[in-house]
């Protein structure tokens, strides 16, 4: 039988993303990935799952009149400590990220998408970057800024 894994530090640090958030930026691509500026406004909860192993934050995006909806579930895998992230969203697509924190600044690299993360205002506003590689060489993706709102 496989030993219950415990609670540690590494679960608490992912508190950050806690609460209710909204968000305004840019994508930089259309909804249908064609290259351009489209404007992004979205809501995200983030809430601990029974247990407080895994954080699930719940996204309601729009983009350029489109919904584009994301369910993330943000964990420590208990065999190497490390921070993953699983998405899915409401195209169809599911997407694993490894996770990483260097004080205030948390990186999500998958192999064709990438984001960082920095939070400030006493971890009340994220400032988001995603990157993505459609062929062969990083571009940017979306940038949006996100204030906590509870």
């Not at 600044?105 to 006493?122: K, V």
Request: hydrophobic fraction near 30%; charge should be negative; glycine fraction near 12%.
């Amino acid at each position: 039988m496989t030993e219950r894994p415990l609670r540690t530090d590494a679960h608490r640090r992912l508190e950050v993303f806690l609460g209710d958030w909204r968000a305004t930026g840019v994508a930089h691509v259309g909804p249908g990935g064609e290259p351009g500026e489209t404007p992004w406004s979205s809501t995200h909860t983030g809430r601990w799952h029974t247990g407080g192993f895994f954080l699930i934050q719940d996204e309601r995006a729009r983009l350029g009149g489109q919904d584009f909806d994301t369910l993330s579930l943000l964990g420590v895998d208990p065999s190497t400590g490390g921070y993953v992230v699983r998405t899915f969203d409401n195209g169809g697509f599911y997407r694993q990220y490894e996770l990483t924190a260097d004080g205030n600044r948390w990186t999500i690299t998958g192999d064709t998408e990438r984001a960082e993360i920095t939070f400030s205002e006493h971890n009340r506003r994220q400032t988001i970057h995603w990157a993505w590689k459609p062929a062969g060489t990083w571009v940017p993706l979306c940038d949006r800024v996100a204030e906590r709102h509870d």
